[in-house]
């Protein structure tokens, strides 16, 4: 499947293919991290989250991990239907603080 | 459950106006975070509250400002409108909020187009 270096704003895959989105979050005191979904014209939609005592979490067709070493989250979307095609956002959280979000990566899916 | 909804959904002003917007949280969430949206900044986070107390602010000047009700339900304003304004302003609630660290839900947005 394809996959994205740390943050790139696109990424273009096949119907099929699996899907590999990054981020680099800035707080190492952050401990609970979300992944969003944003569909044009539509507010962001939860997809998967995981504490920092987990290293991955699975749902469905989604995957995320965590590495607090390097400070590197990915979500993981197998077998990417046109359907997810929208934009994906990094949050980072830690207790009494804000959600931080990261830049955000356009999937694109072609069938 | 109903999801998070906001209204209006669209709004155009003229600089130097000012402007409110509402926010209905989930049922059972107290909490409610509004964040502005644009193309060169991102998601950046104005303000949190909880049983109508402000517990976070995000750094915004003072022309936004917002407020809680008893029923959960929140308004944010803003004063003296500029063209930067322009944004998409989302709401987004939870249960306990940041001082929980979970998940927030976020509702569709007010696009706000300042001319």
């Known amino acids: 499947g394809e996959s994205v270096g740390l943050h790139l704003p696109t990424l273009s895959v096949q119907e099929g293919d699996n899907s590999i989105i990054n981020c680099a979050y800035s707080?190492?005191?952050?401990?609970?991290f979300i992944w969003y979904k944003q569909e044009s014209g539509k507010g962001p939609q939860f997809i998967i989250d995981?504490?920092?005592?987990?290293d991955k979490r699975q749902g469905q067709r989604v995957t995320v991990l965590l590495n607090k070493t390097v400070k590197h989250l990915s979500l993981q979307i197998a077998a990417t239907q046109p359907g997810d095609s929208a934009v994906y956002f990094c949050a980072e959280n830690q207790a009494g603080t804000a959600l931080i979000f990261g830049k955000g990566t356009t999937l694109s899916v072609s069938s | 459950k109903a999801g998070v909804t906001q209204t209006p959904r669209y709004l155009i002003k003229t600089r130097g106006q000012q402007v409110t917007l509402s926010c209905s949280p989930i049922?059972?969430?107290?909490?409610v975070s509004w964040y502005q949206q644009t193309p060169g900044q991102g998601l950046q986070f104005l303000f949190e509250?909880?049983?109508?107390?402000?517990?976070n602010k995000g750094n915004f000047p003072g022309r936004f400002s917002g407020r809680q009700f008893s029923n959960s339900r929140s308004e944010m304003n803003v004063s003296t409108l500029e063209l930067g304004d322009s944004a998409l302003y989302l709401c987004a609630s939870s249960q306990v909020g940041l001082a929980g660290a979970e998940t927030q839900y976020f509702g569709p947005g007010t696009r706000l187009l300042v001319l």
């Open positions: 995981i504490r920092s005592n987990m």
């Open positions: 049922s059972g969430h107290r909490s």
């Open positions: 509250y909880f049983s109508e107390t402000q517990r």
């Open positions: 707080n190492s005191a952050s401990d609970y």
